[in-house]
């Protein structure tokens, strides 16, 4: 008997046997076989398969089988030939459930399940590096093979995060329990209503240490004047606070047509008080 065995790559393996029988009539002559694997890997889109086929004295038997990671379930097919005869058929795994009022479709359940929620819809999801998809219209995603007790690193793939969204967070570890669940949050905010914001005192830009507050959000300006606000309304008036406790108010002439780089200014402060 001989064999030899190989590795392409991260993940194919491949081996081939070689031998001859010496029993009886019926089990005397060549025998051998071969065998190729790429195990199925973690994110959506990923393809395991495998193929062998061996020799024996009375036939060859050969057999093919791959499936196809989806986040939504893991769809398959195989064939096996022996004889003459050959059979094929196809088969799913996946999972089906509610998790905090999130329903969700999604591949085989294994050890924990955590539940992303971005906090928005569309929000790309990794678990431990590997992709998991996108939160779902109601702003989460179920992920269904987590490793139970050992930390769990969940975040926010911002390379491929849509320029109209922000994420509060990127990055979270989690532990789940064996048959339990968890829960990491991201609390993205939209840019639809966002602006960078150039403010003058003066003409100049406004002491270091001030703060520029909307209705509902606030930051500081930096050395340039400059302040990044989540959120604006159309022709919000705006106050500048100073850091010795005076301020001065501005019109942002916002239009409602936000984005995460849409810059207004720069726009006068009037109406100092002190």
């Known amino acids: 008997m001989f064999g030899v065995s190989l590795t392409f790559g991260d993940n194919i393996q491949a081996s081939a046997t070689s031998g001859y029988g010496t029993g009886t009539a019926s089990d005397r002559g060549l025998t051998g076989g071969v065998f190729a ?21 009375g ?17 398959g097919v195989e064939i096996n030939s022996f004889a003459g005869q050959t059979t094929a058929y196809a088969k799913t ?5 509610l998790l905090e009022w999130h329903p969700f479709i999604a591949d085989p359940v294994r050890g924990g399940l955590i539940l992303a929620d971005g906090g928005a819809p569309g929000m790309p999801v990794q678990l431990n590096g590997y992709n998991k998809g996108y939160t779902s219209f109601d702003g989460k995603l179920a992920i ?16 491929r995060l849509p320029l109209d ?8 570890s989690v532990v789940v329990r064996p048959g339990g669940a968890t829960t990491a ?11 960078i914001v150039l403010v003058t005192v003066e003409g100049k830009p406004p002491p270091i240490g001030s703060t520029l507050v909307s209705a509902s959000s606030s930051a500081p300006l930096d050395r340039r004047g400059q302040a990044y606000l989540p959120s604006l309304e159309k022709k919000e008036i705006l106050t500048v606070e100073f850091a010795d406790g005076g301020s001065c108010k501005i019109r942002s ?3 409602g047509k936000g984005a995460a780089t849409r810059k207004i200014g720069p726009l006068p402060c009037v109406g100092e008080q002190r």
């Open 185 to 195: 949050s991201f609390a993205a905010q939209s840019t639809v209503t966002s602006a």
């Open 144 to 159: 269904p093979d987590a490793i139970p007790g050992a930390p769990q690193r969940v975040a926010i793939d911002t390379t």
């Open 253 to 255: 002439q916002f239009d």
């Open 93 to 97: 795994r996946g999972s089906v459930g």
């Open 59 to 75: 036939g060859v038997y050969a057999d093919a089988a791959a499936e196809v990671r989806t986040g939504y379930g893991i769809p």
């Open 165 to 172: 969204l922000i994420a509060g967070d990127t990055d979270k």
């Open 37 to 57: 694997s790429q195990p199925l890997r973690e994110a959506p889109g990923d393809i395991g398969w495998q193929i062998s086929a061996q020799k024996q004295p």
